[in-house]
C-alpha cells in the first residue's frame, strides 16, 4: 500500500507568506486553492483510498474533505500534522520569523512558541508513521514544512546534513511512500534531525539564493520565478 502526504491548497496566507501555527484561526482556501484541487485527480488515485488523514487547520481538512467528495470515508484529523507553532510571529511575513531563526536556530523556541523548528519536524515525522496503523491507500494532508521536508530527503546529497531552510512546497503535489519505505525514511529523517544542522542555505547549479541584507540566505528560489524580490517563493509559509 502507499501513503500519499500532500500540501493543504492556497489561502491568502500563504498566497502572501504569512505564518500561521494557530488552527484556531479560521484560514480557508482561496479560490485558486480550490481550483488547483483539480490536480488531485491525476495524481492520486483517489476513488481508491482507504483513509484519509488531515491535521487540525481548517485548510487541511477542507483541501481533504473536497478532494475525498461526498459522501467520503470519514476524516481522520491528528494534531501530530499541524503546522509550526510560530509563537510572537504568528500572522507576520515569513521573513520576520527567518531573521529570527537564521540567529537562533533550529533547536531554540521562539518567543511564545511551544516547540522549536526541529521539535515541531519531530512531531509531524510521528504522525506521518502512525498512518501504518491505519487501513491504505491512504491520503495524508498537512503543510508545507512537512512536505518540504520529505522530498529534501529524497533529493539529498549522501552525507548532507538537514538544512535551516527549505525550498516552499508545491501545493496539491503528493509525495507517494510505500508502506515498506515508509518506517525507513522517518527513522532516516529522525536521524537527520539528531546530527546536527546546515545553518546556511547554500546555493547550487539550479537554484538562486534569497538574502536579507547581508545576512545568511534564509529561502531557496527556482530561478524561473518571475516574481519581484519581494514576492519570491519562501519555505513552508
Known amino acids: 500500500m502507499t501513503t500519499y502526504v500532500l500540501r493543504h491548497g492556497q489561502t491568502n496566507y500563504s498566497r502572501r507568506y504569512l505564518v500561521n501555527g494557530d488552527p484556531t484561526k479560521p484560514i480557508r482556501l482561496s479560490e485558486e486553492g480550490r481550483r488547483s484541487l483539480n490536480r488531485g485527480w491525476s495524481s492520486v488515485p483517489l476513488h481508491s483510498v482507504k483513509t484519509w488523514l488531515a491535521s487540525e487547520f481548517p485548510r487541511a481538512q477542507q483541501t481533504a474533505n473536497l478532494l475525498m467528495g461526498v459522501p467520503g470515508p470519514e476524516l481522520i484529523t491528528d494534531p501530530r500534522l499541524n503546522g509550526l507553532d510560530y509563537g510572537e510571529f504568528e500572522g507576520?511575513?515569513?521573513?520576520?520569523?527567518?531573521?529570527?531563526?537564521?540567529?537562533?536556530?533550529?533547536?531554540?523556541?521562539?518567543?511564545?512558541?511551544?516547540?522549536?523548528?526541529?521539535?515541531?519536524?519531530?512531531?509531524?515525522?510521528?504522525?506521518?508513521?502512525?498512518?501504518?496503523?491505519?487501513?491504505?491507500?491512504?491520503?495524508?494532508?498537512?503543510?508545507?514544512?512537512?512536505?518540504?521536508?520529505?522530498?529534501?530527503?529524497?533529493?539529498?546529497?549522501?552525507?548532507?546534513?538537514?538544512?535551516?531552510?527549505?525550498?516552499?512546497?508545491?501545493?496539491?503535489?503528493?509525495?507517494?511512500?510505500?508502506?515498506?519505505?515508509?518506517?525507513?525514511?522517518?527513522?532516516?529523517?529522525?536521524?537527520?534531525?539528531?546530527?546536527?544542522?546546515?545553518?546556511?542555505?547554500?546555493?547550487?547549479?539550479?537554484?538562486?539564493?534569497?538574502r536579507i541584507g547581508e545576512g545568511a540566505a534564509v529561502a531557496t528560489v527556482d530561478p524561473v520565478s518571475h516574481h519581484s524580490p519581494d514576492q519570491k517563493d519562501l519555505p513552508h509559509a
Do not use: C
Open 92 to 210: 507576520n511575513p515569513f521573513l520576520e520569523y527567518a531573521v529570527w531563526l537564521d540567529g537562533h536556530g533550529a533547536h531554540e523556541r521562539p518567543p511564545g512558541g511551544s516547540e522549536s523548528q526541529r521539535e515541531g519536524i519531530r512531531r509531524m515525522l510521528s504522525g506521518v508513521l502512525a498512518v501504518l496503523e491505519h487501513p491504505g491507500p491512504r491520503v495524508l494532508v498537512a503543510h508545507g514544512l512537512l512536505v518540504s521536508v520529505l522530498l529534501w530527503r529524497r533529493e539529498r546529497t549522501p552525507g548532507g546534513a538537514m538544512p535551516l531552510f527549505f525550498p516552499e512546497a508545491p501545493y496539491i503535489e503528493p509525495v507517494a511512500i510505500p508502506d515498506n519505505e515508509l518506517p525507513t525514511l522517518v527513522g532516516a529523517l529522525m536521524n537527520d534531525l539528531e546530527t546536527g544542522v546546515l545553518d546556511r542555505a547554500v546555493g547550487s547549479g539550479d537554484r538562486e539564493v534569497m
